[in-house]
């Protein structure tokens, strides 16, 4: 987690030592929240749960996991947020609820495949499924131009149907991680 953090703070740089100009925060915080995202995945595979008898059941371990390192990560992409429009003003980063949106995708995207990996494995390869789902999905995004790509920050009147993905895409990350976070019946 905390290379991840030094890694979120250095992506603000460009706007901490620019010159303000629209937009300019975007791409930093949204790596900020990939980092930060992909650094909980490494507290997710429980590998004591192969080898003893838990005292309570896997989706309570989970669940507390993801939340104990959710929040920090959460809390410390907000003071990122909140720094770059101290500094830069809302001009640099844009319509907030948008890129919230986004941050919390990028952000989930690799929680939600580590969960499901960690469910079948207990080792760190589950860890490492969460930031390569999310490389290949930010990578295979970054091919889309124009309309297509659901990376510009949409105006005001109307969204294209690519940055309409965004919500579907944060309501499928939450449910993959609702279900990877049950409990384990084997027979």
Known sequence: MAVAAALAVLSQLPVLL???APGLAQPGLRLAAAALGAAVC?????R????VLAPSPRWVRQWLR???NMMPAAALWALLYLAVVAVGGRLVVGPAGYLTLQAAVCGLIPVAAAAVAARYRDDL????????VLGVA?????????TRSPWPIPSEPEWTAAQLCWPSALALSAVALLLANREVFRS
């Open 18 to 20: 620019a010159e303000p």
């Open 42 to 46: 490494f507290a997710l595979p429980d």
């Open 48 to 51: 004591m749960a192969s080898t």
């Open 66 to 68: 993801v939340a104990l």
């Open 125 to 132: 390869g589950a860890a490492l499924a969460g930031p390569l």
């Open 138 to 146: 930010l990578v295979g995004t970054l091919f889309f131009t124009g």
